[in-house]
């Protein structure tokens, strides 16, 4: 049967909840008349999410494994999904069960509809902290403010892409993917459905502050330059604000003030100035850091094994996420 809809679902140590999170996607899909896949992609996990899902995809045709050789993270893991499906439309949604499965037929009825990208919108967030809250708040809309691309405020990953779309992403090459930066940037038309996001049904969450950071570091700098001319702006008003403290400096010493000289006030202007130069320099560092990542050109992201693809192969696939006419004419070819 032709698959209509394939279903990625990236998984990292998500033992507790990945075999609630697929019965549920499987009342869900089994509600679709159309045929459907749902690709679980194994992001590295070090616990039991393996040996789960491996005896789920026994069981049910529908279900096929895709296995990194190491934890590539989770934006890498939604891309590679996005490069296995075979679907007319893709549907992403992480396994945690903080978006609602159930929300995906909504989704199918509004692609149906003509629109080829459908995203979840946050109207309240239940299980996080203020500070989470706050934060994801304040990010959208820095991040709205810093860029031309039209990022919808209150959205995840958990959205509905078509066939289309899904072909755009596939030929992009950033390594340090922003994925639902990247679906704005393509354009398309596009629209959303409301829901509560619930608290995590098990586990703990995967994107500690850290990582937060560093996504949020992600996003900004492959959207927006600004960064870089705040950096500038900074550097002239300091730099102007210097000259005129000489000139102050100066006109004291001439005009013999009597201005105590001291190593107080020179400590303290050395160090804040040097602050902002470090600043400064740390910002265009992660520039050029993420031109010395491309330019490395490595893939995206190694296969180690997949389960349900044909034809399958015991070899390691390594697999960019660009520049392809098909993954599986890719596998093919490496497997020989």
């Known amino acids: 049967m032709e698959v209509c809809c394939s279903v990625v679902v990236p998984m990292f140590n998500e033992e507790e909840v990945i075999e609630h999170t697929y019965h549920r996607l499987k009342q869900v899909m089994d509600c679709v008349e159309e045929g459907y896949e749902i690709i679980f992609v194994n992001d590295g996990s070090r616990d039991g999410t393996v040996q789960i899902v491996e005896g789920i995809c026994q069981k049910d045709p529908n279900v096929k494994l ?49 629109y080829e990208v459908v995203y979840g919108k946050r109207i309240k967030r239940k299980g996080e902290s203020m500070f989470k809250k706050t934060t994801a708040l304040l990010f959208y809309r820095l991040l709205g403010s810093m860029t031309q691309v039209d990022i919808p ?9 078509d066939r289309k779309v899904c072909n755009v992403m596939k030929s992009l090459k950033e390594k340090n993917r922003f994925v639902r930066g990247l679906v704005g940037w393509a354009g398309f038309r596009q629209t959303s459905v409301e829901y509560v996001r619930d608290k995590r049904f098990a586990g703990v969450t995967k994107y500690p502050l850290r990582k937060m950071l560093s996504f949020a570091a992600d996003g900004i700098t492959s959207f927006s330059h600004k960064p870089l001319k705040i950096a500038s702006y900074i550097g002239v008003v300091l730099s102007f604000s210097s000259f005129i403290y000489l000139f102050v400096v100066l006109f004291q010493k001439w005009f013999e003030l009597g201005t105590v000289p001291g190593w107080a006030s020179i400590v303290a202007i050395n160090l804040f100035f040097n602050g ?45 996420s660009y520049g392809s006419e098909g993954v599986r004419e890719q596998v093919e070819e490496y497997a020989g």
């Open 153 to 161: 405020l209150d959205t995840g990953d958990f959205r509905l892409i």
């Open 66 to 114: 895709i296995q990194f050789s190491r934890n590539f993270g989770h934006q890498v893991a939604i891309s590679a999904g996005m490069d296995f499906a075979s679907g007319s439309c893709v549907v992403i949604i992480d396994a945690d069960l903080q978006d609602p499965p159930e929300l995906i037929l909504e989704m199918l009825s509004k692609w149906r509809e003509g």
């Open 276 to 320: 902002i130069v470090l600043m400064l320099l740390g910002v265009m560092g992660e520039y050029i850091g993420r031109i010395y990542d491309e330019s490395k050109d490595r893939p995206l992201y190694i296969v180690r094994d997949t389960i349900g693809f044909q034809p399958q192969s015991g070899n390691p696939v390594v697999q960019p």
